[in-house]
């Protein structure tokens, strides 16, 4: 079992930047891909960044390439979603996510997730 909390959310005016932190535990989490997904109203969740165990490889929606950044510290059970120069279409929730495979971006691959933290951005 692997419990999520994730923190960082909040309101920000474009062109702004937000760290979002999601931790976990569990004593397996270093061999767990980890994933943030978004879900705005009215449309379906869409994951924006995934991060294999050993942060060997990486994916990224295509909108958010160049502003976003998924890392993890493995040694404090946390992993990380640094979003520069946000934009009003990243207004969503976002949720943390963990998955005992490779990483994968659909939302049905993911056993654990999070409470979600709003990030708001305002133009």
């Known amino acids: 079992q692997v419990q999520l909390v994730e923190s960082g959310g909040g309101l920000v005016q474009a062109g702004g930047s937000l760290r979002l932190s999601c931790a976990a535990s569990g004593r397996t989490f270093s061999s767990y891909a980890m994933a943030w997904f978004r879900q705005a109203p009215g449309k379906e969740r869409e994951c924006v960044a995934a991060?294999?165990?050993?942060?060997?490889?990486?994916y990224y929606l295509d909108s958010v390439k160049g502003r976003f950044t998924i890392s993890r510290e493995n040694a404090k059970n946390t992993v990380y979603l640094q979003m520069n120069n946000l934009k009003p279409g990243d207004t969503a929730v976002y949720y943390c996510?963990?998955?005992?495979?490779?990483?994968?971006?659909?939302?049905?691959?993911?056993?654990?997730w999070g409470q979600g933290t709003q990030v708001t951005v305002s133009s």
């Open positions: 991060i294999s165990w050993a942060s060997a490889s990486t």
């Open positions: 996510a963990a998955r005992s495979s490779l990483y994968g971006a659909s939302p049905g691959e993911y056993a654990y």
